[in-house]
């Protein structure tokens, strides 16, 4: 189903967010998730374009959103997506659906472990806590149950709507578009790691 067969507990757990310059979505996906889950929880989160605007730090309209939520967003330098982080991502988030075929594109034995950031985050509502925590097992870690949530996840996905896959891209546009893209990523994000970290 990807690099492993199944998750080694004796590694992270990778998260790759992708979108297209790496300056706005993906990176605030990145900050965003990283926020919620904390520090030890296992999960590494990282991001890349498609076409990214090698070496740039995230858009300073995005920053000035991410510091509104006390979200670090300094420290940033765009990169390119390889088939290297894609191969070695146990979960992709892709901020569109065309991301997400991009990727698959690239990496086609990754089609099963790349969704659409808010296709993932609706597919793991519907997921019963009471699945994830058998197939997670007792005392899971936050990347143990994430590696868990990922196949029930998954068996979900002929029943979702595909129409609100997609997060608007706001690059150089109005500031009123910055913020429903904001709008769009921060719940997606969220319930991620409310799922996760058994916050529901």
């Known amino acids: ?55 740039e730090p995230i858009h300073h309209p995005v920053a000035g959103l991410l510091r509104d939520l006390s ?16 191969r070695e991502a146990d979960l992709i988030l892709a901020l569109t659906r065309e991301h997400r075929a991009d990727v698959v594109e690239l990496v086609p034995a990754a089609v099963r472990r790349t969704f659409t950031l808010r296709e ?23 990347a143990e149950r994430l590696a868990a949530l990922l196949p029930l996840a998954s068996a979900y996905r002929a029943q979702v709507d595909p129409s609100l896959d997609d997060v608007i891209d706001p690059f150089r546009r109005a500031p009123e578009v910055y913020q429903r893209s904001m709008d769009e990523i921060v719940p997606a994000v969220r319930i991620i790691a409310d799922v996760v970290l058994e916050r529901r």
Do not use: K, W
């Open 1 to 55: 189903m990807g690099r492993r067969a199944l998750y080694d507990v004796n590694e992270e757990f990778t998260v790759l967010t992708v979108c297209t310059g790496n300056i706005c979505r993906s990176p605030a996906v990145e900050r965003l998730l990283r926020a919620e889950l904390g520090t030890g929880s296992g999960i590494r989160v990282h991001s890349a374009g498609t076409g990214a605007l090698v070496g």
């Open 71 to 86: 979200v670090d967003a300094d420290a940033h330098e765009a990169r390119r997506i390889t088939e290297a982080m894609v």
């Open 120 to 142: 993932f985050a609706r597919l793991a509502e519907q997921v019963d806590p009471a699945a994830l925590a058998e197939a997670a097992g007792a005392e899971a870690s936050p």
